[in-house]
């Protein structure tokens, strides 16, 4: 069955950098476009960044534009997220989720998996 498994979380400070990874499998990872998507304390799920399966045309939520970087390895199965001058605004649980269809307009959450999620805290 599909598996997403992500790490690199963690308590850092505002205007630090963080890395996630998720690692894919059970699925043909280099078919489907990928996504970021985060969940704040109390609020709903909120789509940050895709890419597509080839690892072109990478998307963002605008209040991350130009921070963040979305890539992917297919050779390994991963895809990344680099967080550069994070903010307290960015504090969540992270997760790595898998399109349904080969391809998703940005900002579309039509996922068929997700992973367990990785936590981050941006201290003020």
């Known amino acids: 069955q599909v598996q997403l498994v992500e790490s690199g979380g963690g308590l850092v400070q505002y205007g630090g950098s963080l890395k996630l990874s998720c690692k894919g499998s059970?699925?043909?990872?280099?078919?489907?476009?990928m996504s970021w998507v985060r969940q704040a304390p109390g609020k709903g799920l909120e789509w940050v960044s895709a890419?597509?399966?080839?690892?072109?045309?990478?998307t963002y939520l605008a209040s991350v534009k130009g921070r963040f970087t979305i890539s992917r390895d297919n050779a390994k199965n991963e895809l990344y997220l680099q967080m550069n001058n994070l903010t307290p605004e960015d504090t969540g649980v992270y997760y790595c989720?898998?399109?349904?269809?080969?391809?998703?307009?940005?900002?579309?959450?039509?996922?068929?998996?997700r992973g367990q999620g990785t936590q981050v805290t941006v201290l003020s």
């Open positions: 989720a898998k399109y349904r269809r080969v391809w998703a307009p940005a900002g579309s959450m039509d996922f068929d998996a």
């Open positions: 059970g699925f043909t990872f280099d078919n489907y476009p």
């Open positions: 890419i597509a399966a080839g690892g072109v045309a990478p």
